[in-house]
């Protein structure tokens, strides 16, 4: 795989989407304990039960990647969730890895949202790529195979972690204490991500 160039676009997040299920089976290595045991579930095939070798190796360099980028106190929040949290921080996880995806949430997404206009699918990603292109070249060199499986797997990773619902945008609902952790760990920008309101922003914030 060629060396990306600064600021270009990785998109390696297409070999799964957000990969809930894979990181739950595994969840026992998400650890500082733990964390260098998990190339061994390439060669074991212990925990993911994925026959190709070459699958089971993308898994865990991706689970590798997004722990290390949020540590240990996310993943200890991650034991403590229900299902639909536990997305909501893996999508964390990939919104703080993949700026493709963070620049989408924060140009189409909020723009959407904002004026109402909630319906959202390939289109829109494929718009977006469009206009990233001025910035982000790279985008040019993508085979059509590329930018279709990139659109398709945004939109389902949104489609997940509960953002869109029906092919509408939808806000995320959980308790205060459960959005501070992203306070707490100097994110506030994901609470404006997951399509929540000024006033819930200020007083999750605040209090």
């Known amino acids: 795989m060629p060396k ?27 650890n500082e304990k733990e964390i260098s045991r998990l190339p061994g579930e390439i060669k074991n095939n212990l925990h993911l039960q994925t026959n190709s070798q070459a699958s089971r190796q993308r898994v865990v360099q991706e689970l590798k990647k997004r722990y290390r980028v949020v540590g240990q106190a996310t993943f200890d929040l991650f034991q403590e969730s229900d299902i639909q949290r536990q997305n909501i921080l893996i999508f964390y996880s990939c ?28 289109a829109d990603v494929e718009h ?7 910035s982000h ?5 993508w085979t059509d195979t590329t930018r279709e499986k990139v659109a398709t797997v945004m939109i389902r990773m949104l ?13 995320l609902d959980a308790p205060d204490t459960f959005w501070r952790h992203f306070v707490e760990q ?5 609470l404006q991500a997951m399509l929540l309101s000024k006033e819930d922003r200020t007083r999750i914030v605040h209090e």
């Open 4 to 30: 990306l160039k600064p600021n270009e676009y990785l998109i390696s997040f297409t070999a799964g989407g957000l990969l809930a299920e894979e990181t739950r089976a595994v969840i026992s290595y998400l």
């Open 95 to 122: 919104a703080k890895i993949y700026n493709i995806l963070f620049d989408f949430l924060f140009g189409p997404i909020t723009e959407k949202w904002l004026t109402r206009d909630l319906t959202v699918n390939k």
């Open 128 to 134: 977006f790529l469009d206009l990233q292109s001025n």
């Open 137 to 141: 070249p790279e985008i040019d060199r």
């Open 159 to 171: 489609k997940e972690v509960g953002l869109l619902r029906l092919g509408e945008l939808r806000q």
């Open 186 to 190: 100097g994110d506030v920008w994901f």
